[in-house]
């Protein structure tokens, strides 16, 4: 069965910190994709990254960058000097196919100012 | 490009009454469609997808039902709304193949009361 670990159910950072969500997932598929999607207080989910399991290259997107580990099975996400604007939840997932994505349950990072 | 609208924004309801969420999507054709219902705090679960019309994929057994009466809308209903119905819906669309990314409209509230 497939699974996606969220273990940090919140996580609150002063303004300009750095900050870094874990993902660990589960899968015995050798080919799966993960997403990373934010989840802002109006409620809609903004796609941020997917990547397959056959690129590992980690990727730098302005203050963001993610870390993809397949010998660990994570995929974590590290926001670099944090604003108030990225106070949200966000939420790490995976498929293989079957149109199903398995969601982990989120993480609230809060950004105080 | 493509926007996702979902109707209404929030929906307060007694418990027994029918419900009927829609979802349209413009700037694509032939998408896959998805419902999802996020509970407070929760994570996201994966209600029904659509590959075309009058196909629905039913994920998780409960009183709502899904329909697809054109290529680009998806409509989620009930015909007697329970306390627990009570969540987030999100609807979604991605591209024909199965591990394409999904991408989520802005969701409606929907509280029974």
């Known amino acids: 069965a497939q699974k996606v670990t969220q273990a940090q159910t919140e996580i609150s950072v002063v303004e300009k910190e750095d900050v870094t969500l874990d993902c660990v997932y589960e899968?015995?598929?050798?080919?799966?994709?993960l997403f990373w999607y934010k989840q802002p207080p109006s409620g809609e989910l903004v796609f941020l990254i997917r990547?397959?399991?056959?690129?590992?290259q980690n990727e730098i997107s302005g203050r963001y960058s993610w870390n993809f580990q397949k010998s660990t099975s994570s995929f974590n996400f590290t926001i670099t000097a944090s604003q108030v604007v990225d106070s949200a939840v966000y939420f790490c997932?995976?498929?293989?196919?079957?149109?199903?994505?398995?969601f982990g349950t989120g993480t609230r990072l809060k950004v105080l100012a | 490009s493509q926007t996702i609208h979902q109707w209404p924004a929030t929906l307060v309801q007694p418990v027994g009454s029918p419900l009927s969420l829609e979802c349209t999507v413009e700037?694509?054709?032939?998408?896959?469609l998805y419902w999802y219902r996020q509970a407070a705090g929760r994570g996201l679960q994966l209600l029904f997808y659509?590959?075309?019309?009058?196909?629905i994929s039913s994920e998780v057994p409960q009183n709502l039902s899904a329909s697809r009466p054109q290529d680009r809308q998806f409509i989620l209903s009930s015909k007697k709304l329970l306390l627990s119905d009570s969540g987030f819906y999100l609807c979604?669309?991605?591209?024909?193949?199965?591990?394409?990314?999904?991408?989520f409209g802005p969701g409606t509230r929907l509280t029974v009361l």
């Open positions: 700037g694509t054709s032939n998408p896959n």
């Open positions: 899968t015995r598929d050798t080919t799966y994709y």
């Open positions: 979604a669309w991605s591209r024909l193949a199965d591990t394409d990314t999904q991408y």
């Open positions: 990547r397959n399991s056959f690129d590992e």
């Open positions: 659509s590959v075309g019309i009058g196909q």
């Open positions: 997932a995976l498929t293989s196919g079957t149109y199903k994505y398995i």
